[in-house]
Nanobody, 126 residues
Framework: QVPLVESGGGLVQAGGSLRLSCGAS??????????MGWFRQAPGKERELVAA????????YYADSVKGRFTISRDNAKNTVYLQMNSLKPEDTAVYYC?????????????????WGQGTQVTVSS
């Protein structure tokens, strides 16, 4: 069973919005705490952390490039994490991955994330 499944990607014009969802039914939210993160990888570039949220949702991290435009949130009752992306730019074009780390506190180190989705493509046209 794939632990994480992303959805919501697509093609959008610059300035537009998309909301990504990550279903985590493959994880045991009822038993363990997980930090959830959204990463992205553009062609020819390394994968980078875009946003992360702690188990309780009280702590968040955003890359400087998306601060003020992206919002990460989670609904533990639904085993789902969201990434609301507004004011999209062509440089936001990438494959976006959902990831999870079994941790109560916020984690922002890529190597710490143990569970990954297969990714969803986001393309922003100019």
């Amino acid at each position: 069973q794939v632990p994480l499944v992303e959805s919501g990607g697509g093609l959008v014009q610059a300035g537009g919005s998309l909301r990504l969802s990550c279903g985590a039914s493959g994880l045991t939210f009822s038993r363990y705490a997980y930090t959830m993160g959204w990463f992205r990888q553009a062609p020819g570039k390394e994968r980078e952390l875009v946003a992360a949220v702690s188990w309780t949702g009280t702590s968040t991290y955003y890359a400087d490039s998306v601060k003020g435009r992206f919002t990460i949130s989670r609904d533990n009752a639904k085993n789902t994490v969201y990434l609301q992306m507004n004011s999209l730019k062509p440089e936001d074009t990438a494959v976006y991955y959902c990831a999870a780390d079994r941790s109560v506190v916020l984690v922002t180190t890529q190597v710490a994330f143990d569970y990954w989705g297969q990714g969803t493509q986001v393309t922003v046209s100019s």
